[in-house]
Structures are given as structure tokens and as C-alpha cells.
């Protein structure tokens, strides 16, 4: 069984069990949250895919660490003939959590 669910304004697909990384919740570490914008639910062949939201479901998971940084970024620029370079960088804040299950209606 696995779904497609809109976390943070990002789409994952996940399964229970899973432990992934997505943009900044606002909930501390050890909280439980539950998402309702799932795109997509497939069990056991029967796929059911909503219009724009599957009424009813739910995936639900918890956060593992709520102040997880990714790789560096690095912006490069540089304007050619004319000595300008200019080299910044980031590291992208996130959220890692792990899914619990996924609730049909």
C-alpha cells in the first residue's frame, strides 16, 4: 500500500515505514502530525485517485529531528570579460519524519 501526498508543498510518494526528508514543519521533534492532501491511494492493486484530494484518507507519521540541513547549495555567478565573480551558498533546512500508516475512509 503506498500513497501520494502533498507535504509542505512538495509531493512524496510513501509507504509505511518510511523515513523521509521534507520542507520545514512547524512541529517539534517526537510530535505526531497527520496529513490530509493525498493525491493518490493504491491498495492491493485498487487504485482510488482523487479529484483533487481522496476523501477520507489520511497519512499519518511523526517527526523524527525538526532541524535537519541538506547538502550545500552553491550559486555561482559571473559575468565573462569582466573580472566579476561571485560565489554564495546554503544549506536548506528540513524536517525528517517517518511515516506511521496511511488511513482510508
Known amino acids: 500500500m503506498y500513497a501520494i501526498v502533498e507535504i509542505a508543498g512538495q509531493q512524496f510518494k510513501v509507504e509505511a515505514g518510511n523515513e523521509i ?9 517526537g510530535a505526531a502530525v497527520e496529513f490530509t492532501k493525498v493525491l493518490l491511494v493504491e491498495n492491493a492493486g485498487e487504485v482510488k485517485v482523487g479529484a483533487p484530494y481522496v476523501e477520507g484518507a489520511s497519512v499519518k507519521a511523526t517527526v ?23 560565489c ?16 482510508l475512509a
Open 21 to 29: 526528508f521534507c520542507n520545514r514543519l512547524p512541529d517539534a521533534k
Open 64 to 86: 523524527l529531528a525538526d532541524d535537519v540541513r541538506a547538502d550545500k547549495v552553491l550559486v555561482f555567478k559571473k559575468i565573462r570579460r569582466k573580472g566579476f565573480q561571485k
Open 88 to 103: 554564495n551558498g546554503h544549506r536548506q533546512k528540513l524536517t525528517k519524519i517517518q511515516i506511521a500508516d496511511i488511513v
